[in-house]
């Protein structure tokens, strides 16, 4: 009996273990410029899978995230991060989060993550963004409800 709870233990362990290793860390440039123009991350499109971490990275000084109150997932906390250092994420739910750059928000530096099934799309594309921010949202809103079909 107790080598039989032994190999049940190491099983368990060997799968929690395997799930672990499986989780992806999705690296996000914050830049002053880049492909898509002035002050963006990049990417500003990521798919991520619940249990990944996303990372921004302060590639260029005086950016931050910071998730969009309204673009998460029911039930997730929101996170913000600090001017000019690096903040990870751990995606918890399925669903749409919207991230910003505080300081860069009403020039469009906006980013969205996709986890699974974008259960909060509807939600998401209700909240109100300043200046350049609104019509980012809706092309990265366009792009989650294209790849949920």
């Known amino acids: 009996m107790m080598i039989r709870i032994a190999v049940v233990a190491m099983a368990l362990a060997a799968l929690v273990t395997t799930g672990a290793a499986q989780a992806a860390d999705h690296e996000v440039k914050m830049l002053n410029k880049g492909a898509k123009g002035a002050m963006v991350f990049e990417p500003d499109f990521i798919q991520a899978s619940v249990g990944d971490t996303v990372t921004f990275l302060p590639t260029d000084k005086s950016h931050d995230a910071e998730s969009v109150k309204g673009m998460a997932p029911e039930g997730t906390q929101p996170f913000k991060g600090k001017i000019s250092e690096k903040v990870?994420?751990?995606i918890d739910a399925e669903g749409v989060y919207g991230v910003k750059c505080t300081p860069h928000y009403g020039?469009?530096?906006?980013a969205l993550i996709v986890a699974g099934n974008p259960v909060n799309l509807d939600a998401a594309k209700n909240v109100k963004h300043p200046g350049k921010a609104k019509k980012a949202f809706e092309a990265l809103l366009t792009q989650a409800a294209a790849g949920a079909q």
């Open 107 to 110: 020039m469009g530096m906006v």
């Open 88 to 90: 990870t994420v751990t």
